[in-house]
């Protein structure tokens, strides 16, 4: 059964840092493009960043760029993205998914995925 299990949400306050993971199972995970994606509340699910299969290529949403870096670990079949300096605008639900065949850009740019997690809630407040 193909799983994404993403953990490391938590309610922190502006300024912290957090570590997402996101564990697969019932695939392999180097065969796929992986992608970090958020919704806010009331808004549309956007992309974050995406790592290429052997993670020579990545993509940063503008808002991410500078503040989060995407990692990936095919041997231990998990996926990171570090937050740092977080925002209270950073608040949402964080999701992975795994798609076989988009570039990183198209990946994040529509929303695009063959498998999806069920989330792991990032709450940024004082």
């Known amino acids: 059964q193909v799983q994404l299990v993403e953990s490391g949400g938590d309610l922190v306050q502006p300024g912290s840092s957090l570590r997402l993971s996101c564990a697969a199972s019932?695939?392999?995970?180097?065969?796929?493009?992986i992608g970090w994606f958020r919704q806010a509340p009331g808004k549309e699910r956007e992309g974050v960043s995406c790592?290429?299969?052997?993670?020579?290529?990545?993509y940063y949403s503008d808002f991410a760029e500078g503040r989060f870096t995407i990692s990936r670990d095919n041997a231990k079949n998990t996926v990171y993205l570090q937050m740092n300096s977080l925002k209270p605008e950073d608040t949402a639900v964080y999701y992975c998914?795994?798609?076989?065949?988009?570039?990183?850009?198209?990946?994040?740019?529509?929303?695009?995925?063959?498998?999806w997690g069920q989330g792991t809630q990032v709450t940024v407040s004082s």
């Open positions: 998914a795994a798609a076989a065949t988009p570039t990183v850009m198209a990946m994040c740019r529509q929303n695009w995925g063959d498998y």
């Open positions: 790592v290429s299969k052997r993670s020579y290529n990545l």
């Open positions: 019932g695939f392999t995970l180097g065969d796929y493009v």
